[in-house]
């Protein structure tokens, strides 16, 4: 849709001409004189952020970019997306949900804990609301999730300041991952893989998360998860020691 948005003059030799938008309500002439139209050439239309507009023949390529180049990028203020954001996709497909034949959220059990929405534990009161099978609306898993992200994000971050090290993106998210799957708790049991962190290895550290303290087998964690234990070590693997740098400067 076009906006009203008034352009300044272009600099250029007489006749000046208005840069104005070309919309339904004020369409380009076409009437002008044959004998002006050969003399000045033909007016140029370009389109920039849904909107066309509308230059004098006469300009040139640098007065027109530099026009555009004033106007401003729309979302140009978007913020940068909170850390959580980035593996919110990931953690989704993981956890999954399950819904009722009319494609609602319901309540289930799972190990044995009432669950809902996205990997979500019901407390308490939640229970009293939506015992098994309830249907959950949309609003209240969204917000659930939202709130198990930032949760999640706080504890990791809190672990990551204890052992006083900074890590790359990709690992904050492999361990966000991790946090959200057995909480804090879960995570802080993985003494080798902190261990490794410190140095920094992250390929031992990767290794550290599929086998147990003994290391006479497979941890729980990957008894539990199976894929998804396998797929975020493999991500932690793959970190170079040169993004640890990049991180640390």
């Given at each position: 849709?076009?906006?009203?948005?008034?352009?300044?003059?272009?600099?250029?030799?007489?006749?000046?001409?208005?840069?104005?938008?070309?919309?339904?309500?004020?369409?380009?002439?076409?009437?002008?004189?044959?004998?002006?139209?050969?003399?000045?050439?033909?007016?140029?239309?370009?389109?920039?952020?849904?909107?066309?507009?509308?230059?004098?023949?006469?300009?040139?390529?640098?007065?027109?970019?530099?026009?555009?180049?004033?106007?401003?990028?729309?979302?140009?203020?978007?913020?940068?997306?909170?850390?959580?954001?980035?593996?919110?996709?990931?953690?989704?497909?993981?956890?999954?949900?399950?819904?009722?034949?009319?494609?609602?959220?319901?309540?289930?059990?799972?190990?044995?804990?009432?669950?809902?929405?996205?990997?979500h534990q019901l407390t308490k009161e939640e229970k009293k609301l939506y015992p098994k099978g309830t249907a959950i609306p949309d609003d209240v898993v969204d917000v659930w999730f939202k709130e198990?992200?930032?949760?999640?994000?706080?504890?990791?971050?809190?672990?990551?300041?204890?052992?006083?090290?900074?890590?790359?993106?990709?690992?904050?998210?492999?361990?966000?991952?991790?946090?959200?799957?057995?909480?804090?708790?879960?995570?802080?049991?993985?003494?080798?893989?902190?261990?490794?962190?410190?140095?920094?290895?992250?390929?031992?550290?990767?290794?550290?998360?599929?086998?147990?303290?003994?290391?006479?087998?497979?941890?729980?964690?990957?008894?539990?998860?199976?894929?998804?234990?396998?797929?975020?070590?493999?991500?932690?693997?793959?970190?170079?020691?040169?993004?640890?740098?990049?991180?640390?400067?």
């Amino acid at each position: 849709m076009s906006r009203q948005t008034a352009a300044p003059n272009l600099d250029v030799k007489e006749p000046t001409v208005i840069v104005t938008p070309a919309t339904r309500d004020e369409p380009l002439p076409k009437e002008e004189p044959q004998q002006q139209q050969e003399q000045q050439g033909e007016p140029r239309s370009i389109s920039f952020q849904d909107q066309t507009y509308t230059f004098p023949a006469t300009a040139t390529d640098d007065q027109i970019f530099e026009f555009l180049n004033q106007i401003p990028v729309e979302n140009e203020e978007a913020k940068e997306p909170q850390e959580p954001l980035r593996e919110m996709k990931s953690i989704k497909r993981y956890e999954g949900t399950r819904k009722n034949k009319d494609d609602e959220h319901i309540s289930y059990k799972d190990k044995g804990v009432l669950s809902g929405g996205i990997g979500h534990q019901l407390t308490k009161e939640e229970k009293k609301l939506y015992p098994k099978g309830t249907a959950i609306p949309d609003d209240v898993v969204d917000v659930w999730f939202k709130e198990d992200m930032e949760q999640a994000d706080n504890e990791i971050t809190e672990l990551l300041e204890l052992h006083k090290i900074r890590v790359p993106d990709e690992v904050f998210d492999v361990l966000l991952n991790m946090t959200f799957n057995m909480g804090q708790g879960g995570v802080k049991k993985f003494k080798k893989m902190w261990l490794a962190l410190e140095i920094p290895d992250f390929k031992e550290a990767a290794r550290q998360m599929l086998i147990n303290t003994a290391e006479t087998g497979k941890s729980q964690y990957l008894k539990d998860v199976g894929n998804r234990a396998l797929q975020l070590s493999a991500r932690m693997a793959a970190v170079s020691n040169a993004e640890q740098e990049q991180t640390e400067e």
